[in-house]
């Protein structure tokens, strides 16, 4: 077989490359009405409708009873925990490898950051939940990372037996189901981003979904200046007394972008699912090449697939074949583990006062060092990452399949 080097490397994006007619016109929409902000425009009457057309759309695409648009996906953390309470004191497990905004919306609202293991599904091991739950213990985030939903009917039942909230961060993964719902409907609260390397993006935004009535009302006050304007009193009468709030609210043109973009998101998937799909085919049974596990493979979104190798220097040689080869391979989404950091170095939050690792002496302690989290640190040097992308064809998913199975007999020897 031979393997073309000068065949074109694809353009990698999902929903920033598909911005085209539809976003036009609802950002034209709102520029043309000249309302800008979400809660009254020119007609006090009637307020302007594109933020609350999103959570509208959002809420029924997830099946959830509420949802709440706010200024990016770390906001959507950050008033998530304050929702559900979470302050000093209180600890909140999260995976090891994860965004940084995982660790540090938990920091930024007093609480401390417990750090977990991931298994070969690179989420979230369920079985972390019961070696690291205290009785401080008041959530776990579950990061779906990458277009894979995390185990999410075992995490379920060991936090809830526990009386701890889940957290779904579904940043990199709006769309996934899991045994046939949507990410973001399992957990307590659900988290998206709309940042620019994300499924659907507004450039920036986010926004939140939940079930409970307290839940959504308390995580408006956090966005709004802990205020509840009669918009969300009519979808839900106010029951909680005010506090002093944040300000994360959506504008009506990142509402609109968004909007558009959610419309666009089940073709998306269907697309990458598809290709993955073809790449799959040809390299499944591959020896000593191991696929990343995929707790619901009827759900993901393939637009990037992982698969370990023997160690890092393998991979190094894989991922160099592949690169001459213009085939995508480098992990998209700029994840480090936490403790390698300096935000978690330092174990400082803006002022020493509010750092929840103050006590901790010596620093870095057990449960922040690398040597902690075997796991993760052998499986995190043993991938190589495939991305899938919203412009690549049938021709280009042949290609990267050929491509691999021709670097793995080059580089593993043929096993
Ligand atoms: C898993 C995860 N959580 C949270 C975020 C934060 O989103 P944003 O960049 O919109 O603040 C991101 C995005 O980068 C992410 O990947």
């Keep these: ?74 906001a959507a953390l950050e008033v998530a925990l304050a929702a559900a309470g979470i302050g000093p004191g209180d600890e909140v497990i999260v995976t090891a490898w994860s965004w940084i905004s995982c660790f540090t919306a938990i920091v930024r609202v007093g609480a401390r950051p417990v750090l977990a293991e991931i298994d070969e599904t690179l989420n979230l091991a369920p079985q972390e939940i ?20 995390a185990a999410m009917e ?28 949507r990410v973001g409907s399992w957990g307590d609260i659900g988290t998206f981003s709309f940042q620019n390397n994300k499924v659907m993006t507004a450039g920036e935004g986010g926004l939140l979904v939940m079930r409970d009535h307290r839940l959504y009302e308390r995580a408006v006050r956090q966005h709004d200046l802990g205020s509840y304007r009669p918009y969300h009193a009519a979808i839900a009468p106010a029951q909680e007394p005010a506090f002093a709030g944040g300000q994360y609210r959506m504008s009506e043109l990142t509402a609109a972008v ?10 998306m998937k269907a697309h990458c699912r598809r290709l993955s799909r073809r790449v799959l085919a040809k390299i499944a049974a591959l020896p000593g090449l191991t696929l990343r596990r995929v707790p619901d493979p009827d759900g993901d979104f393939g637009f990037e697939l992982y698969f370990f190798l023997r160690d890092a220097e393998q991979v190094a040689a894989f991922r160099a074949d592949l690169d001459a080869r213009n085939v995508n391979c480098g992990q998209r989404t700029g994840t480090y583990p936490h403790y390698g950091r300096d935000y978690v170095k330092t174990g400082r939050a803006q002022v020493p006062a509010l750092s929840p690792f103050r006590e901790f002496k010596p620093w870095p302690a057990p449960g922040y060092r690398a040597e902690d989290f075997p796991r993760t640190e052998e499986l995190t040097q043993r991938f190589v990452a495939i991305g899938i992308g919203w412009l690549y064809t049938d021709e280009d998913a042949d290609y990267i399949g050929d491509a691999i199975v021709d670097v793995h007999a080059r580089v593993c020897g043929g096993a």
Excluded at 156 to 179: F, K, L, N, P, W
Excluded at 258 to 267: E, F, N, T, V, Y
């Design 130 to 149: 019961v070696r690291l739950a205290t009785p401080r213990t008041r959530a776990v985030i579950v990061v779906h990372y990458q277009g894979v939903a």
């Design 1 to 74: 077989m031979s393997v073309n080097p000068l065949r074109p490397r694809p353009v990698q994006g999902l929903g920033a490359v598909a911005i085209g007619a539809e976003e036009e016109r609802l950002v034209l929409d709102v520029l043309r009405r000249k309302e800008l902000f979400r809660y009254y425009g020119m007609n006090p009457a009637q307020p302007p409708p594109m933020a609350a057309e999103l959570e509208k759309e959002f809420r029924a695409w997830v099946e959830v009873d509420y949802a709440l648009a706010v200024s990016s996906g770390t």
């Design 154 to 181: 075992p995490i379920m039942q060991e936090a809830h037996r526990r009386g701890i909230y889940v957290i779904e961060d579904c940043a990199q993964s709006a769309g996934v189901t899991y045994r046939g719902r």
């Design 258 to 267: 968004a909007l558009a973009q959610l419309r666009k998101c089940d073709a």
